[in-house]
């Protein structure tokens, strides 16, 4: 399997990143960071309410050179859906029940 590599990112030049399961990628970079998740991973894994948080400039009507690879999810918020469909990713100390809960109250408030 090719391992990627990652050296920009939608929040700018990436200082680091961490690739999970199914080609996730957490990046990060001066200033912020945020989930990678390839189109086919999501399109296959995740909610309709958690792909409809992605950043726009990722959706693959953008044509901006990360849309035929990824969806992103900003780490400040978006980022929480890829928690929620990917629970073995982690979420620190929140249970399952307090992580849906902040999707909820995420999803009444961006979608």
């Known amino acids: 399997m090719?391992?990627?590599?990652?050296?920009?990112s939608p929040w700018g030049k990436v200082q680091g990143y961490d690739t999970y399961k199914l080609g996730i990628i957490f990046?990060?970079?001066?200033?912020?960071?945020?989930?990678?998740?390839?189109?086919n991973v999501a399109n296959m894994h995740m909610s309709r309410d958690?792909?409809?948080?992605?950043?726009?400039?990722?959706?693959p009507e953008a044509g901006d050179g990360w849309s035929d690879k990824y969806y992103a999810f900003e780490e400040d918020c978006a980022g929480l859906a890829v928690v929620r469909d990917f629970p073995e990713l982690g979420c620190g100390d929140m249970t399952p029940e307090e992580i849906e809960e902040m999707f909820r109250r995420l999803c009444a408030y961006a979608l």
């Open 2 to 8: 090719e391992k990627t590599t990652i050296e920009d």
């Open 27 to 39: 990046v990060w970079t001066a200033s912020h960071g945020g989930f990678l998740v390839p189109i």
């Open 50 to 59: 958690s792909m409809k948080l992605a950043d726009s400039y990722c959706h």
